[in-house]
T-cell receptor
Framework: EADIYQTPRYLVIGTGKKITLECSQT?????MYWYQQDPGMELHLIHY???????EKGDLSSESTVSRIRTEHFPLTLESARPSHTSQYLC???????????FGEGSRLTVL | KQEVTQIPAALSVPEGENLVLNCSFT??????LQWFRQDPGKGLTSLLL?????REQTSGRLNASLDKSSGRSTLYIAASQPGDSATYLC??????????????FGKGTKLSVKP
C-alpha cells in the first residue's frame, strides 16, 4: 500500500486567504505531481517535480505555486484564494523510471 | 491533443454479473494506459497498467485489454461484488512525455453493484 499523505482533507475558507495544501510521501519517490479534479470532471495535471529543487507546470494553467525543498514533501500554495479555486486537489508520486502513480486521498478545497 | 472518453458514464448491475467498461483515446501514440479506481471522496488506486507493447494485463477478477490501433481499452470485471462499486478511470500517458506522469484522464464510469 502506498504511503502518501495529504492534509487537510477538507478546507473551507474565505476569498483572499492564503492556503497551503500539504503532500508528503515516505516511499523515497523522486517524482511528485499535483492534479486538480472538479466534480464529475477529468483530473488535470497542474504541477510536477522530478526531484529536489525541480518544479514544472502541467497542462492545466493554475494560479497555485509549488515547492520541492525535500524529497518527501511537495506543498501547493494559493496566495489569494478565489471561488474559482474550489476543487479537489490530488497529490501523487512515482519512482524514477516508472509511470505507475500512487495517489493521496486528496484535499477538497471550498472557497466562499 | 489526446482525448480520453469513457462509456458508459454510469452503470448499475446486480451482484455476480460480468461487466465491461470501455475507454477510447484519439491519439494512438501512447506510452501506456492505466486503469484506476476512485471511491467517493478518496484518491485514486491503481488497478492495472498496460505498456504500449502489451495487449492485456490481469489482476484477480480484473482484466484490461489494449488495442492501440483502434484507440481502445476495456476493463473486464468478472463476478462483480458490491465492494466493486466505485468510479473507474482510465488514463493514457503520451508517448513523447510518458515519463513525465502527465496522464490524460477520462471522466470515469461510475459503477454500482447491487446485492
Amino acid at each position: 500500500e502506498a504511503d502518501i499523505y495529504q492534509t487537510p482533507r477538507y478546507l473551507v475558507i474565505g476569498t483572499g486567504k492564503k492556503i497551503t495544501l500539504e503532500c508528503s510521501q515516505t516511499m523515497g519517490h523522486d517524482k511528485m505531481y499535483w492534479y486538480q479534479q472538479d466534480p464529475g470532471m477529468e483530473l488535470h495535471l497542474i504541477h510536477y517535480s522530478y526531484g529536489v529543487n525541480s518544479t514544472e507546470k502541467g497542462d492545466l494553467s493554475s494560479e497555485s505555486t509549488v515547492s520541492r525543498i525535500r524529497t518527501e514533501h511537495f506543498p501547493l500554495t494559493l496566495e489569494s484564494a478565489r471561488p474559482s479555486h474550489t476543487s479537489q486537489y490530488l497529490c501523487a508520486s512515482s519512482e524514477w523510471g516508472s509511470i505507475e502513480l500512487f495517489f493521496g486521498e486528496g484535499s477538497r478545497l471550498t472557497v466562499l | 491533443k489526446q482525448e480520453v472518453t469513457q462509456i458508459p458514464a454510469a452503470l448499475s448491475v446486480p451482484e455476480g454479473e460480468n461487466l465491461v467498461l470501455n475507454c477510447s483515446f484519439t491519439d494512438s501514440a501512447i506510452y501506456n494506459l492505466q486503469w484506476f479506481r476512485q471511491d467517493p471522496g478518496k484518491g485514486l488506486t491503481s488497478l492495472l497498467l498496460i505498456q504500449s507493447s502489451q495487449r492485456e494485463q490481469t489482476s484477480g477478477r480484473l482484466n484490461a485489454s489494449l488495442d492501440k490501433s483502434s484507440g481502445r481499452s476495456t476493463l473486464y470485471i468478472a463476478a462483480s461484488q458490491p465492494g466493486d462499486s466505485a468510479t473507474y478511470l482510465c488514463a493514457s500517458a503520451p508517448e513523447d512525455g510518458g515519463s513525465q506522469g502527465n496522464l490524460i484522464f477520462g471522466k470515469g464510469t461510475k459503477l454500482s453493484v447491487k446485492p
